[in-house]
């Protein structure tokens, strides 16, 4: 039995010095980091350790643009993708011919560059001084006023990072309520028919409960990648996120360690663990949430 045992750390033994690498000793690094107050990257040195790096975060008014931006982004994005995405797979679950290609059309903007979409999105809301842009078009069309929805007012740049966020993680979770759609026993559903029951509680009581783990799923890690979110908006909005009003707590470290005022690894080390402590937090709460209402 023992040499059993040594032989299975030895095949994991890889793996461990994997995540060892670069994925404890780092977070390790981090931590160390957020408490080195005064900390400078020349000369490798601090002058004290304390809390002084959290607080100044959290008095940040760019933190705190980004915490903002990032929650109302989260709020807004997670609930919407995940229902609309339900709803698509609900809707090509029951249709049998073409069903493989219509997935394979909502599944390519997943597969396509993030950069790239944001500049086709841009293009479409822009305005220049040669076009006001399509969607601007579309609302002069039908009797609107045009808006600058990149340069232009704050809920209108947040709806575009909104919109287009959606767009890009749609195509995952249509997938992958699609496939959960397809596990589910048809003899539930053939039960249901012979007892005359409701399409409405056909779907409350049997395909919503069956389907619960992948939604479960899908909510957390929505969470977490809405959280983790940076390219989408440098994508709408460019590298100076502070000016454009559009940055998130992953652009705010970023910024601190990058950025034209950066070179400060203990303020994005707090920032980056300020941002760890909300999304573990989330996530144990989704988890007790997940008992009561998940069925596995």
Request: aromatic share 16%.
């Amino acid at each position: 039995m023992k040499k059993r045992s040594m032989k299975g750390w030895l095949y994991l033994l890889p793996a461990i010095l994997f995540l060892g690498c670069f994925m404890v000793y780092p977070l390790i690094d981090v931590l160390i980091y957020s408490f080195e107050e005064g900390y400078n990257s020349a000369s490798q040195t601090y002058y004290g350790i304390g809390l002084y790096n959290y607080r100044y975060v959290l008095h940040d008014p760019y933190f705190l643009q980004a915490l903002r931006n990032t929650f109302i982004l989260v709020i807004i994005t997670v609930p919407l993708s995940t229902g609309i995405a339900l709803l698509i797979s609900l809707g090509l679950h029951a249709i049998k011919p073409l069903r493989n290609l219509y997935q394979t059309i909502y599944f390519l903007p997943y597969v396509t560059n993030t950069l790239a979409v944001g500049l086709v999105f841009m293009i479409l809301f822009k305005k220049t001084a040669y076009s006001d842009g399509l969607v601007n078009l579309l609302l002069q069309w039908f009797g609107g006023s045009s808006v600058d929805f990149i340069d232009g007012p704050y809920w209108a740049k947040m709806f575009v990072l909104c919109f287009y966020t959606i767009w890009v993680v749609m195509p995952f979770k249509v997938l992958i309520l699609t496939s959960a759609l397809a596990s589910v026993n048809p003899e539930y559903y053939s039960a249901a028919k012979m007892d005359a029951t409701s399409k409405s509680r056909v779907f409350f009581k049997i395909t919503l409960p069956m389907i619960s783990p992948m939604i479960f799923y899908l909510v957390i890690t929505g969470f977490i990648g809405a959280f983790k979110a940076y390219s989408d908006a440098v994508a709408l909005f460019g590298t100076d996120l502070n000016a454009a009003g559009m940055n998130t707590i992953v652009g705010y470290v970023y910024d601190m360690l990058y950025g034209n005022s950066g070179g400060y690894p203990s303020f994005a080390s707090a920032a980056a663990l300020i941002l760890f402590a909300i999304v573990l937090t989330i996530t144990c709460v989704n988890l007790l949430i997940s008992k009561k209402h998940v069925h596995y």
